[in-house]
């Protein structure tokens, strides 16, 4: 066995005694495919499957959810209210926090990127999350400095390296793509990881991994759901004094933040609420088990060795991962093991199972002390 072999399996842990001999079965076999991945991804990039190739110029696919993936709005559209004052060199100051910034340092993405509170970090921002380089912009601008992100990016804080490092290899390689061609960040990742270096990568992969991620989002089935515009690639409630309130709920999910201001600063303290339709997490809980999500995501949707958590996590961007499975446009190693599922979901399937696992509360030692 090789020492990549050793390192993988021993990540994965042992499988449980108390799986059925089926859930054992598939286990198994996802735990070969696994140390397959790992030792790829440790020992040196996938020679056969990753082969380079330009994203294509694509349609949107049939089907496509565009509350997940909050399509850019028609061009010419007036730009989006925020909650941000106008001067660029208004000094910025939030609850909770005694660092201030100036509303530049918001938006462009150049220098040091917002951090209001450096005392929740485990470890130092390497500089490629903090400050970024020439071609790339900083991790922690767009994922924030705890690795949390919005509902337009990933959540890749408590991430396994292993799994970090497969991600940019197949965004790297041609494959991992959005299933909406104008999902503008994916294409800048695609973009980022050919400039980055694999140290820069590395270190990366394994700050992020370091970072607790707390329960930062609610999910309320409702019969409402507010009102809400797209602003910087998510929605946002409107404001009652803008014309916002309650209006009936639809047959999707409705991702905003408790807090406007505080999401466009990039608040890694704020909360996030999720409204759904009634039924919705029985129905993703039943779902769960069917699929038998628990044999490779752990039992309470936590995680298990490199395989990624997925409670808590932000239920917009987990159905968009799922619909980018389905249709083929994310289709590294990690991604064809769910081929054989996602090929069964429906868009409502993956819309209740998101967010049955984002209402799971992360595992005491993933969500840390804060």
């Known amino acids: 066995m090789s020492v990549f072999e050793s ?10 005694t108390a799986l059925q001999r089926s859930k054992e079965l598939n286990m198994s076999r996802m735990r070969r495919a696994l140390v397959r991945t790992a030792c790829v991804v440790l020992a040196g990039p996938v020679l056969v499957a990753q082969q380079s190739a330009p994203a294509p110029t694509a349609p949107v696919p049939a089907g496509l959810p565009d509350w997940a993936y909050t399509p850019p709005p028609p061009p010419g559209s007036p ?63 767009c994922h924030l400095a705890d690795g949390a992100g919005r509902p337009e990016n990933a959540p890749v804080n408590g991430l396994h390296p292993t799994y970090f490092l497969q991600q940019m290899e197949d965004f790297k390689n041609g494959l991992r793509r959005s299933a909406d061609p104008r999902k503008a960040n994916t294409n800048m990742m695609i973009s980022y990881t050919k400039a980055a270096t694999p140290d820069e990568l590395k270190a990366a992969a394994e700050y992020f991994a370091a ?26 409630a ?74 808590g996590r932000s239920p917009s961007y987990a159905t968009r991962q799922l619909f980018d499975m389905k249709t083929g446009t994310r289709r590294g190693p990690w991604s064809e093991l769910m081929q054989t599922i996602v090929r069964e979901m429906s868009v409502q399937d993956m819309m209740a199972v998101t967010a049955y696992a984002a209402s799971r509360a992360p595992s005491e030692s993933a969500r840390g002390t804060r």
């Open 7 to 16: 390192m993988a399996l021993e990540a994965l842990g042992p499988s449980s």
């Open 79 to 141: 730009p989006a209210p925020t909650a941000l004052p106008a001067d660029d060199n208004t000094v910025i100051k939030i609850t909770g926090s005694d660092r201030t910034m100036p509303r530049s340092a918001m938006r462009t993405g150049r220098g040091e990127i917002p951090d209001w509170h450096p005392g929740d970090r485990r470890g130092q921002l390497p500089l490629i999350v903090r400050n970024g380089k020439e071609g790339v912009l900083p991790c922690g601008l």
């Open 211 to 236: 970072q607790p991620y707390p329960k930062r989002i609610r999910v309320i089935e409702s019969r409402t759901a507010p009102k809400v515009r797209l602003q910087g690639g998510m929605h946002m």
């Open 238 to 311: 409107i404001p009652q004094n803008e014309g916002g309130g309650m209006e009936p709920m639809g047959d999707h999910l409705v991702e905003v933040p408790d807090d406007n201001l505080r999401a466009e600063v990039r608040d890694t303290r704020m909360g996030w609420t999720v409204y759904a339709p009634t039924g919705t997490l029985k129905k993703g809980q039943q779902l769960a088990a069917k699929y038998q999500c628990g044999v490779c995501h752990g039992r309470n949707l936590e995680g298990l060795g490199p395989v990624p958590p997925l409670a």
